[in-house]
């Protein structure tokens, strides 16, 4: 069972920037994890995914922030990162870690979440 811990999130003001970290444990038991990504949740709306790597390195943003985020893995240490940079307001949700991992190598897929980390754009 993979376990995700987010960390980061804080008030910071437009235009300013944040990193986002979350670190997977338990992935002693598994076989791979295949994706790690970054979802948001903003208040009243669906939560919505913002970028996700695979873990040999492709990427896949959300229109509205690409060329404002990055999205990191450090495979050794089963975490993922989100740089971001010239936050607006509206980029102001709660932001979740997400897995896809398989527990061996024919079993499906499964899907890990963090408990998520808030981040407000706000002056």
């Known amino acids: 069972q993979v376990q995700l811990v987010e960390s980061g999130g804080e008030l910071v003001q437009p235009g300013g920037s944040l990193r986002l970290s979350c670190a997977a444990s338990g992935t002693g038991s598994i076989f791979r994890i295949n994706v790690m990504g970054w979802y948001r949740q903003a208040p009243g709306k669906q939560r919505e995914l913002v970028a996700d790597?695979?873990?040999?390195?492709?990427?896949n943003y959300a229109d509205s922030v690409k060329g404002r985020f990055t999205i990191s893995t450090d495979n050794s240490k089963n975490t993922v990162y989100l740089q971001m940079n010239s936050l607006r307001p509206e980029d102001t949700a709660v932001y979740y870690c997400?897995?896809?991992?398989?527990?061996?190598?024919?079993?499906?897929?499964?899907?890990?979440w963090g408990q998520g980390t808030l981040v407000t754009v706000s002056s």
């Open positions: 790597c695979t873990w040999g390195g492709k990427t």
């Open positions: 997400q897995a896809t991992y398989r527990a061996s190598a024919f079993a499906a897929p499964l899907d890990a």
